[in-house]
């Protein structure tokens, strides 16, 4: 049975949807995007965005005591491939020698305007 679980990390009014649900030992985390938590994009450059959207991925399974190592699959969604070599420098940073399996589908426009790059993910845990 799957359960929404509530986290205090990224509320944001304007994107209404469910952050982070759980099935048995399988944790599920919607897309995360380059925002704070008014929901404004922060800076227009992939490097900014990517940064924030991977901080906001990560404070979502810290809150509920995930760690991110336990992500055994990530999607990366762009909105050009053209970005790909400064997000994957910035992957390769937060994974630290953790490599889970990875899509990485081209998507235009994304749901929010002027955002480049988005994560979700799936982790296994206890």
Not at 1 to 15: E, G
Not at 73 to 100: A, I, M, Q, Y
């Amino acid at each position: 049975m799957n359960k929404v679980v509530t986290t205090s990390v990224f509320r944001v009014p304007a994107i209404s949807h469910v952050v982070f649900t759980k099935a048995s030992h399988t944790y599920y985390v919607s897309t995360q995007l380059g925002v704070d938590v008014a929901g404004k994009l922060v800076g227009d450059g992939i490097v900014e965005q990517t940064a924030k959207a991977l901080q906001n991925l990560e404070a979502v399974l810290t809150d509920v005591g995930v760690p991110v190592k336990s992500i055994v699959k990530v999607s990366v969604f762009l909105t050009s491939l053209d970005h790909w070599k400064e997000v994957r420098g910035l992957l390769d940073t937060f994974f630290d020698g953790h490599e889970p399996a990875r899509d990485i589908p081209i998507i235009t426009p994304m749901s929010l305007t002027g955002a480049l790059v988005g994560f979700s993910a799936i982790a296994v845990g206890i």
